[in-house]
């Protein structure tokens, strides 16, 4: 017994059309190594951020761009303490930069004041003139949080990682090159009741504390 198996005209046509796209498929697909795609962006792949490639844009970004804009750019904290408590979205738009239309604005700032004793990885600092129950907290780490580094200057943008988490190690680690650059030559434990100017930066987020990403940090 022989055993026959007959194909319909219709299925035959979608066969061939299924046949034709899987090689156009295969012509248009460009197979990119790991080692280019990191070349091309920040992160090697979809699934992890590259600790290496993060590393390298740190090196690239916070001294050659990140302290100099800062440095440049920054507004005395009692203007705009003053500009926030008015309108806190104008105020961020005029000094700082956003991540996306949703973010909080990331600003420059200086100011001098007098240390506090810490608050867990924060040193609070007086300043004279700022708005009444508004606190101004500079990190310490050994903690460092936030993507006000990455964010401030306005020019590093998503597209330049292939996926978040690469995007966000990237603000790790400028926050990594403060603790390494500024905090490691601070004896934190000795700063209550000194006098301290503090060049930084923060995200607008709160209208009762401002918590400061130090650049610099000036003692006496």
Do not use: W
């Not at 299924?18 to 962006?41: C, F, Q």
């Not at 926050?175 to 934190?188: G, I, P, W």
């Amino acid at each position: 017994m022989s055993l026959r198996i007959g194909f319909s005209k219709t299925k035959l046509v979608i066969l061939g059309m299924v046949v034709i796209l899987l090689v156009a498929m295969s012509l248009s697909t460009k197979v990119v190594s790991l080692k280019d795609a990191a070349g091309l962006r920040t992160g090697t792949s979809s699934l992890q951020a590259n600790t290496q490639v993060s590393h390298s844009f740190a090196d690239k970004t916070y001294l050659p761009v990140v302290v100099p804009y800062i440095l440049k750019h920054a507004v005395d904290v009692l203007t705009l303490d003053k500009a926030i408590q008015k309108d806190m979205n104008a105020a961020g738009a005029k000094y700082g930069h956003q991540d996306g239309p949703s973010n909080a604005f990331a600003v420059p700032v200086k100011f001098t004041g007098t240390a506090e004793a810490f608050v867990n990885d924060f040193m609070p600092v007086t300043v004279p003139g700022m708005t009444k129950g508004v606190t101004i907290y500079v990190q310490m780490g050994p903690a460092l949080n936030g993507t006000t580094l990455r964010d401030v200057t306005g020019t590093v943008d998503f597209q330049q990682f292939v996926n978040q988490l690469a995007y966000q190690d990237a603000a790790t680690k400028l926050n990594d090159k403060v603790r390494e650059l500024v905090l490691s030559k601070v004896d934190k434990n000795s700063l209550k009741g000194k006098k301290v100017t503090i060049t930084g930066a923060f995200s607008v987020t709160n209208l009762q504390n401002y918590i400061i990403m130090p650049i610099k940090i000036e003692v006496g």
